[in-house]
């Protein structure tokens, strides 16, 4: 039987969503985040608990660069109003991380976080952006088939006299 007359359907395109207090939210793919912004690579080791070492090479944007373009909603001017921030990271097999502005903001830890578009010298518009933290040694943040990345800050905490202390040993 040939193929003639039965159109084969592209595989859908994997999509992540920026959402949270941002100023320009936004629904990306792996082809928008290698056309938008400059690629950076990362060459990394880390160890898997079942399977040992893995070494790969990614590519991809740095997601501070993605983000700052979305607008996250702090002054920018102020640190520590820059430091309430959290990114929740979700993969499209429902596992999650979250991570600190801080720990990818250049006046803290700086970290060179990437949204993968590339793994191995594969690209990965049919599978998904991966979120790739090159100084992690686990891999448990290394989160697969991105579909979402929400921004915000939580809500404040109570002050520290309004809560009731209790004595240790009661």
Known sequence: ????GSPRQAPPVK???????????????????????????????????SSGPQHH????????????????RFDATQRKDRLRFMLAVTGGDGHHTVLSWGEIDTDFGNAPVLLATEMDGRELDLTGSQLVVPWDR????????????????PAPFPAHDAVPAVPVGA
């Open 15 to 49: 999509r992540l969503s920026l959402t949270g207090e941002l100023a320009k939210p936004a629904t990306l793919t792996v082809a928008d985040l290698r056309d938008g912004w400059a690629q950076q690579q990362a060459d990394v080791v880390f160890h898997c608990a």
């Open 138 to 153: 686990c891999g448990a943040r290394y989160i697969s088939a991105i579909t979402s990345i929400w921004v915000g800050a």
């Open 1 to 4: 039987m040939s193929g003639l």
């Open 57 to 72: 090479t990614f590519s991809g944007p740095l997601l501070r660069e993605v983000l700052a373009e979305a607008g996250p």
